[in-house]
């Protein structure tokens, strides 16, 4: 098993662009999870979903975020526009279910100029 | 409201000597812990779980629910085990909420 499969690893784009990070989960894993990463404020969660369907989006810091899930193998993190502040590692994660461990992706470096 | 409290940012220590990180948790119901690692560079993994109750790499914690803490223990650490470590609680939909994370440095 490959584990969560994250791309890209890296993006590195200049502000008012559109950035999508993409995130396929463990096969047979019904949750997926967005986290995003900083040195001033930790790991926090983003969105998560539980059967394709979002559970809890509180952790969305804007409206310029947006995360779908059009199947149980793929995930998409859109920011548009992208703003210097967006720069983080973003993570994905998904696991069997209510109370299993979380696996994590190797996430994305994202840099806007 | 959930929360996760990991108080030390920074636990330098040399190699051989015992290592303690502080974790406490604050939740109504009945937790699920966990501690997590992530190694530079690298994806955050899963080091062990309350409920297991096994030893990892020889981490060990113990959930105390009197005191609401879950701290990660080891009696020698080794240069290998410098990492960031995330201490986290399992709140109910699966939602894992992380403390901020202590950085272990294990020096020579």
């Known amino acids: 098993d490959a584990g969560v499969i994250q791309s890209p690893r890296h993006e590195v784009t200049e502000m008012g662009q559109e950035v999508t990070l993409r995130c396929k989960p463990i096969?047979?894993?019904?949750?997926l999870f967005w986290y995003r990463q900083t040195m001033m404020r930790g790991l926090e969660l983003l969105i998560y979903?539980?059967?394709?369907?979002?559970?809890?989006d509180s952790g969305m810091p804007e409206d310029r975020f947006s995360a779908k899930m059009p199947n149980a193998s793929f995930s998409t993190l859109k920011i548009q526009p992208s703003e210097p502040r967006d720069s983080a590692v973003y993570f994905c994660a998904s696991s069997q279910g209510w109370g299993q461990p979380q696996h994590f992706g190797d996430g994305t470096r994202l840099s806007i100029l | 409201a959930q929360r996760v409290t990991q108080p030390e940012k920074l636990l330098s220590v040399f190699k051989g000597a015992p290592v303690e990180l502080k974790c406490n948790y604050s939740y109504s119901g009945s937790p699920e812990l966990f501690w997590y690692v992530q190694y530079s560079r690298q994806r955050l993994q899963l080091l062990l779980r309350?409920?297991s109750r096994e030893s990892i790499k020889g981490f060990t914690a113990d959930l105390n629910k009197g005191e609401t803490s879950f701290h990660l223990k080891k009696p020698f650490a080794q240069e290998e085990d410098s990492a960031m470590y995330y201490c986290a609680l399992s709140a109910g939909f699966q939602k894992l909420v992380f403390g901020t994370g202590t950085r272990l440095l294990v020096s020579p």
């Open positions: 096969s047979g894993h019904n949750s």
């Open positions: 309350h409920i």
């Open positions: 979903f539980n059967n394709n369907v979002p559970i809890d």
